[in-house]
Nanobody, 127 residues
Framework: QVQLVESGGGLVQAGGSLRLSCAAS????????MGWFRQAPGKEREFVSR????????YYPDSVKGRFTISRDNAKNTVYLQMNSLKPEDTAVYYC????????????????????WGQGTQVTVSS
């Protein structure tokens, strides 16, 4: 079992940038494909990005494509989400998640396909 801890959230003005980190412990991160999700108050959890176990393929929804970049450093057991050109509608709690089954598939977007979750980090974008 892997434990995930997110960090890097905060308050930023529209147009600004943040980099989120997700540190894993308990098992090596290379055993998992990793995803980022977000959830705003009163809304369902939304897929934000995914990276396969090797880092060789990524996937994004149209809402963040070109603005967000997911990456991973398996040697550091850490996954990152670089968020640029932030908008007020990006405000949410951001969660990282690990998928132990479909580790080479990029387009896996449903929360129930992920096995382990972090506690989340708040991102607030002011207008």
């Amino acid at each position: 079992q892997v434990q995930l801890v997110e960090s890097g959230g905060g308050l930023v003005q529209a147009g600004g940038s943040l980099r989120l980190s997700c540190a894993a412990s308990g098992r090596t991160l290379s055993s998992y494909a990793m995803g980022w999700f977000r959830q705003a108050p009163g809304k369902e959890r939304e897929f934000v990005s995914r990276i396969i176990w090797s880092g060789g393929s990524t996937y994004y929804p149209d809402s963040v494509k070109g603005r967000f970049t997911i990456s991973r450093d398996n040697a550091k057991n850490t996954v990152y989400l670089q968020m640029n050109s932030l908008k007020p509608e990006d405000t949410a709690v951001y969660y990282c998640a690990a998928d132990r089954h479909r580790t080479s598939m990029a387009a896996v977007t449903f929360p129930f396909d992920y096995d382990y979750w972090g506690q989340g980090t708040q991102v607030t974008v002011s207008s």
